[in-house]
């Protein structure tokens, strides 16, 4: 690994010293790594493999080898371990197929590459692309609900203050809520403030002023009408404390599992509970998001044109009903990873 390493950098025409700035560890340990006398961490090796352009499964597979070499290469009984614990490896992997596939683990993993290359750059640098994904973000959000301002008339409304001939005033007051509602989420997260039910109901209020002000913030006290095949949203007597199961939950597992399955999870909990009687979509999507900023993504943006929207809800249902949740959680990861892509093309310009 110390060759891949030094022959990558060199490669780059990277000096120690600043392959070090950039991944803001000692000197002298980027020197040890290339000299061999001592190991990266997994999370040292996931920014080494994004900032040297070394491929990560490579680099990866280099790295486990010396690590099982350097545990157990001189043990007399070496071999036959390796062998059952070769064993013990597939069947662990077989009983936790169910939970995430390679194909999954594959796009977080090339997700998180591509992330780390966006760390280095300050908020200065990125706020253009953050305030355009922002507004594309409202106007796709409030479309896929049926808003019919385009983008430039969601631009106008919110960025200019203007009304826009022939648009009703729900779909200004729906632009302008949402955009007020991303700030209010990163607001919560620049303030490390908890996510709560609190929180949560907040949000909701934003979404629906001046829209449907009687249900703004306030639990749906009718049952909900399903079609046929489709899933079965909690009873209203049930929302209060599956809302607080919820956000317990959250809690629980917010640092175990990978962000992306956190946050897609979280909005299908939600759906699921189905807790407003309007506005769970936009509020479900905002919680997700709130969720991916939290830990350094960007927004994931559903596009609301006839074939993604189309896509999103068949996805989504498939998932709510048991049919294929991961499927979901791809199709979101997929968005993710445009989006990321597509900012390192912003910061290159």
């Known amino acids: 690994m110390k060759s891949l ?33 001592r190991k990266p961490t997994k999370d040292q090796i996931t920014k080494l493999a994004a900032l040297l352009e070394i491929n990560f499964e490579t680099l990866m597979i280099v790295w486990l ?35 995430i596939s390679p194909q999954l683990q594959k ?17 200065i640098e990125n706020t253009q692309f953050i305030q355009t994904l922002e507004l594309e973000y409202t106007f ?18 919110v960025n200019e203050g203007q009304t826009i001939t022939g648009k009703n005033m729900r779909e200004h007051m729906e632009a302008l809520n949402h955009i ?22 907040a949000i909701h209020s934003l979404i629906l002023r001046g829209v449907l002000p009687k249900e703004a913030g306030q639990y749906r006290k009718i049952p909900f009408t399903v079609k046929e095949n489709s899933f079965t949203p909690s009873e209203p007597s049930k929302i209060q404390k599956e809302m607080e199961a919820l956000f317990n939950w959250y809690e629980m597992n917010r640092s175990t599992l990978h962000p992306i399955i956190l946050a897609t999870e979280m909005q299908q909990r939600i759906l699921a509970i189905y807790p407003f009687t309007n506005g769970n979509g936009k509020v479900s ?5 709130l969720v991916l900023l939290q830990n350094g993504y960007l927004i994931a943006n559903i596009k609301g044109d006839s074939e993604t929207r189309m896509q999103y809800y068949q996805k989504l249902e498939n998932a ?3 049919k294929n949740k991961e499927d979901f959680i791809l199709f979101i990861a997929q968005i993710e990873k445009e989006n ?10």
Do not use: C, W
């Open 5 to 37: 390493l030094k022959n990558a950098r060199e490669q780059k025409g990277l000096k120690t010293r600043e392959v070090a700035q950039l991944l803001s560890i000692d000197q002298a340990l980027v020197s040890k790594f290339e000299s061999g006398t």
């Open 65 to 99: 080898k010396e690590k099982i070499i350097h545990e157990i290469g001189q043990e007399e009984f070496a071999l036959q371990a390796l062998k059952d614990a070769e064993a013990e490896i597939i069947t662990l992997r077989i009983s936790s197929a169910n939970k």
């Open 107 to 123: 796009l977080l993993d090339e997700i998180d590459v591509l992330k780390l290359k966006t760390e280095p750059f300050s908020p």
């Open 140 to 157: 796709e959000s409030n479309r896929l609900e049926g808003n019919t301002l385009t983008l430039s008339e969601t631009d106008l409304v």
């Open 180 to 201: 007020e509602a991303i700030a209010f989420i990163k607001n919560l997260i620049d303030k490390n403030l908890p996510l709560n039910e609190k929180e949560f109901t």
């Open 285 to 289: 999507r905002l919680i997700m998001n």
């Open 320 to 322: 709510l009903t048991g």
């Open 340 to 349: 990321i892509a597509r900012y390192i093309t912003f910061l290159s310009q």
